[in-house]
T-cell receptor, first 111, second 114 residues
Framework: LAKTTQPISMDSYEGQEVNITCSHN???????ITWYQQFPSQGPRFIIQGYKTKVTNEVASLFIPADRKSSTLSLPRVSLSDTAVYYCLVGDIGRDDKIIFGKGTRLHILP | DTGVSQDPRHKITKRGQNVTFRCDPISEHNRLYWYRQTLGQGPEFLTYFQNEAQLEKSRLLSDRFSAERPKGSFSTLEIQRTEQGDSAMYLCASSYGGQDEKLFFGSGTQLSVL
């Protein structure tokens, strides 16, 4: 799996848009980019996945530039309940490869 | 889709005892993963199964740890002769597999070794 780099922590305020960027310089042609969210005492939860350009769902948007060496998770109008750890994973998961999590980004939303 | 179920949610044991955890994946998922997570860290890969076959086991995992997935359905993770360093959240996840694989996690089993 391609190694990823993301900020250790971020703070923001309720109602703001939050963007978390993940660097993955060694991304391979067949790799997908997947983001998970984790609340304390719970398992991670799938948020969004993309291969290129932009993907949007009811929770977030994922922006991927043409070179695919980075990606940005965008959370619109965050609330206190968005306080969590966010993990960026990159890989061709369909191969016989284990899925490795990094330390993620701790997002803290302030009132 | 009833989700991934793990049992028990919490386990307190004394050092040296054996413990076993169970994971029931989403029924049509053929892949099953076990992770361990300590406070402030991301989930650490332990092992995973494709149906009943155990495809990989972390080199960090001592031989006190063993996992099974008989008949490709539920899975068990056993820790023998527990140590205080085994205290952690043990997470199970399942998936369909495939290039755009998405993991579905259970709520985990919190192990405390006294």
């Amino acid at each position: 799996l391609a190694k990823t780099t993301q900020p250790i922590s971020m703070d923001s305020y309720e109602g703001q848009e939050v963007n978390i960027t993940c660097s993955h310089n060694n991304i391979a042609t067949n790799d997908y980019i997947t983001w998970y969210q984790q609340f304390p005492s719970q398992g991670p939860r799938f948020i969004i996945q993309g291969y290129k350009t932009k993907v949007t769902n009811e929770v977030a948007s994922l922006f991927i530039p043409a070179d695919r060496k980075s990606s940005t998770l965008s959370l619109p109008r965050v609330s206190l309940s968005d306080t969590a750890v966010y993990y960026c994973l990159v890989g061709d998961i369909g191969r016989d490869d284990k899925i490795i999590f990094g330390k993620g980004t701790r997002l803290h939303i302030l009132p | 889709d009833t989700g991934v179920s793990q049992d028990p949610r919490h386990k307190i044991t004394k050092r040296g005892q054996n413990v076993t955890f169970r994971c029931d994946p989403i029924s049509e998922h053929n892949r099953l993963y076990w992770y361990r997570q300590t406070l402030g860290q991301g989930p650490e890969f332990l092992t995973y199964f494709q149906n009943e076959a155990q495809l990989e086991k972390s080199r960090l995992l001592s031989d006190r740890f063993s996992a099974e997935r008989p008949k490709g359905s539920f899975s068990t993770l056993e820790i023998q002769r527990t140590e205080q360093g085994d205290s952690a959240m043990y997470l199970c996840a399942s998936s369909y597999g495939g290039q755009d694989e998405k993991l579905f996690f259970g709520s985990g089993t919190q192990l405390s070794v006294l």
